[in-house]
Nanobody, 127 residues
Framework: QVQLVESGGGLAQAGGSLRLSCVHS????????MGWFRQAPGKEREFVGAISGSGASTHYLDSVKGRFTISRDNAKNTVYLQMNSLKPEDTAVYYCAAAPRPNFLVVVTTVSGYDYWGQGTQVTVSS
């Protein structure tokens, strides 16, 4: 069973930055595509960014392109989401997710494509 533990959320001002981290408990981290999703109150969970097992492939929600960067350190079993130029509409609970994929170049962008989820971390951006 894979466990994912997120950290790094908090309060930021508009235009500020936060970095989220997610530690994966498995021994074959490179064989998992990883993703970040978010869910605001009263809204459905939405895709934010995804990265392949090797880290060579990434994909982003259009509204965060150029502001958010997803990366991973396979030696530390950790995936990151660097969030810059934050906006109040980025306020949400952010979730890390993992999907086993033997092809290290595959990215997964849908909620249903992921098998494991973290508990979520709150990000609040004030105007």
């Amino acid at each position: 069973q894979v466990q994912l533990v997120e950290s790094g959320g908090g309060l930021a001002q508009a235009g500020g930055s936060l970095r989220l981290s997610c530690v994966h408990s498995g021994r074959t981290f490179i064989s998992y595509a990883m993703g970040w999703f978010r869910q605001a109150p009263g809204k459905e969970r939405e895709f934010v960014g995804a990265i392949s097992g090797s880290g060579a492939s990434t994909h982003y929600l259009d509204s965060v392109k150029g502001r958010f960067t997803i990366s991973r350190d396979n030696a530390k079993n950790t995936v990151y989401l660097q969030m810059n130029s934050l906006k109040p509409e980025d306020t949400a609970v952010y979730y890390c997710a993992a999907a086993p994929r033997p092809n290290f170049l595959v990215v997964v962008t849908t909620v249903s494509g992921y098998d494991y989820w973290g508990q979520g971390t709150q990000v609040t951006v004030s105007s």
